[in-house]
């Protein structure tokens, strides 16, 4: 299975924040879409990550006046990516090589979704469950 079905699943919603947007809204962002990373762009160019693990490491080397920091000194500039046609294993490698949760879909510099390892753990039990049903139907009909 590859990364376009899941986002066929999903969707391509992105949630997404300018260069300016400050660490207390990246925050707001965050709580209120129930999400783990925003992405930060400029028109069309993606600049960054800023996920909850940063929220945390800032406020915590930095406190309250952390908040006020602008996204693009809260981000992680060196985003690793991925593509539709990749595959769901490719993109489990990625995750547990980089120690990130979340690989932005990029084609052609465009961002066109976000896979989060919740989309990859829902894809896996969902694929054990039908192998599982496969070899329950194959053993009662043979
Ligand atoms: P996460 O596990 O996704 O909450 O992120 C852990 C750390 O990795 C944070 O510092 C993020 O900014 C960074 N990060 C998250 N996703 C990516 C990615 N796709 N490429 C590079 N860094 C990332």
Redesign the pocket.
């Known amino acids: 299975m590859t990364v376009s079905a899941i986002l066929s699943d999903k969707g391509n919603n992105v949630v997404t924040l300018g260069p300016k947007a400050t660490l207390a809204e990246i925050c707001k962002t965050l709580a209120t879409h129930r999400i783990?990373?925003v992405l930060i762009v400029e028109g069309e160019e993606i600049l960054g990550?800023?996920?909850?693990?940063?929220v945390v490491r800032l406020v915590s080397a930095g406190g309250g006046e952390a908040l006020s920091s602008p996204a693009t000194s809260c981000m992680?500039k060196?985003?690793?990516?991925c593509a539709r046609n990749d595959t769901i294993a490719v993109v489990m490698e990625k995750m547990t090589t980089?120690r990130?949760?979340?690989?932005?879909v990029v084609e052609e510099g465009k961002l066109e979704g976000v896979i989060s390892i919740g989309d990859v753990v829902k894809y896996r039990i969902a694929e054990a469950e039908r192998e599982a049903e496969e070899m329950r139907s194959y053993i009662t009909t043979t």
């Open positions: 783990g990373a990550i800023v996920s909850e693990r940063d992680t060196n985003l690793v990516t980089g990130f949760r979340h690989v932005p």
